[in-house]
C-alpha cells in the first residue's frame, strides 16, 4: 500500500502570539484528526516556526512527499510566489522530496456558513436583517486580483441571506479602508451595520480593523455599529484544509489565472507580467506595507486547468 503524502500548512505569519498559537493549534488539531499521515506547519514571515524548520521536520520523519496547502482566504502576493518560491528552495536544500501545492481556501460556502454565524452572533436578535449592513474586510493586497476575491467573498454572502447589503473593504494597500467603507454603508441610508473581518485568526490586523471600527462609531452616534470575530479553528476550516490537500494529491488544482498579474497585462500592473520568482522574505514587516513580489516566468506556481 503507497504511504499517503504527508500535509504541509502554510501560514502568513503574525506579531501576534495568540494569532500565531491558534495556527500552530491548529496545525497539532489537524495532525489528531489525521494520524495515519505527518502534519506539520510554518510561516513564511514573523512567526516560528519558519516554513523551512516544517519541512525539515518532515524530512527528519521520513517524508520523501508531501501536498503543501497555503492557509490563506485569497491568492495574493505569498501564495502566488513566496510560498512556491521557498518549497523550490527546500527541494534543493533537501535533495529526493517531492511536493505538490494546493490552492487558497477562497470563499468556499462552507466558510461562509462560518461567516454568517458569526454575523449572527454579533446582530440582536430583534433586528430586522434587512436593516443590516455588512461590512466584510479583508486583510488587503497590491494585487486587484486578491482584492477582487475579497469581493467575490461578499457578493457569495449576500446572497440569499436577508441583509440590505454587504459592502466591502480593507484594512491595508488597498481602497477602501475601514472607515471610507463605513462612511460608504452609511451613506447608502445603512442605521445598523456589523464589521465581519475576513481573517482566519486573531492577530494584530483583526485587532485594528476592531479599534477603527470603535472609533468611527464613537464619531457617528447616530448609527448603530457592532463588530463580529474572525473565523477562528472551526471544523469547517479543519474539513476544508483537507478537501484542499485531497485536491492537492490528486492533481485537482484549480487555481484561477484569469485576471492574475503574473499572466495578464492589468492597467497599471503591466511590468508585474513574466517577473522572475525570487524566495521573498521581509522580516520587518507588521503585515500591512507594501510586498515587493517576483513571480516566474509563465506562472511559477501550479495552474492545472
Known amino acids: 500500500m503507497t504511504t499517503p503524502p504527508a500535509l ?14 491558534a495556527f500552530r493549534d491548529f496545525v497539532r488539531e489537524l495532525g489528531r484528526r489525521h494520524p495515519e499521515l505527518p502534519v506539520a506547519g510554518g510561516f513564511i514571515e514573523l512567526s516560528p516556526p519558519p516554513l523551512g524548520e516544517a519541512v525539515a521536520e518532515l524530512v527528519e520523519r521520513g517524508v520523501r512527499r508531501f501536498a503543501a496547502v497555503p492557509l490563506m482566504l485569497v491568492s495574493a502576493g505569498h501564495a502566488k510566489g513566496d510560498i ?36 449572527q452572533e454579533a446582530v440582536d436578535p430583534s433586528w430586522d436583517l434587512s436593516e443590516v449592513t455588512v461590512l466584510l474586510v479583508g486583510r488587503g493586497s497590491t494585487d486587484p486580483d ?91 476550516l479543519l474539513d476544508l484544509v483537507w478537501e484542499r490537500y485531497e485536491e492537492a494529491v490528486k492533481g485537482d488544482l484549480r487555481m484561477n489565472c484569469d485576471s492574475c498579474v503574473y499572466r495578464i497585462a492589468l492597467p497599471g500592473f503591466e511590468d508585474k507580467v513574466g517577473l522572475p520568482q525570487q524566495p521573498h522574505f521581509h522580516p520587518d514587516d507588521d503585515g500591512h506595507h507594501h510586498h515587493g513580489h517576483s513571480h516566474g516566468h509563465g506562472h511559477a506556481h501550479s495552474h492545472a486547468h
Do not use: M
Open 84 to 119: 512556491p518560491a521557498a518549497l523550490s528552495r527546500e527541494k534543493e536544500r533537501h535533495p529526493g522530496i517531492s511536493y505538490t501545492y494546493g490552492r487558497p481556501l477562497g470563499p468556499h460556502p462552507s466558510l461562509l456558513r462560518v461567516l454568517e454565524r458569526r454575523l
Open 146 to 236: 486578491a482584492n477582487a476575491e475579497v469581493f467575490k467573498a461578499a457578493r457569495l454572502l449576500w446572497e440569499g441571506r436577508g441583509y440590505a447589503g454587504v459592502e466591502t473593504a480593507f484594512v491595508s494597500l488597498a481602497q477602501p479602508d475601514v472607515p471610507g467603507g463605513l462612511d460608504r454603508c452609511a451613506r447608502l441610508g445603512a442605521g445598523r451595520i456589523v464589521v465581519l473581518p475576513y481573517f482566519l485568526f486573531t492577530g494584530i490586523l483583526p485587532d485594528r480593523v476592531r479599534q477603527q471600527t470603535e472609533e468611527w462609531a464613537a464619531a457617528h452616534p447616530g448609527t448603530e455599529v457592532r463588530s463580529a470575530d474572525v473565523i477562528g479553528p472551526e471544523p469547517e
Open 8 to 21: 504541509l500548512i502554510a501560514g502568513h505569519g503574525t506579531r501576534d502570539d495568540a494569532g500565531a498559537e
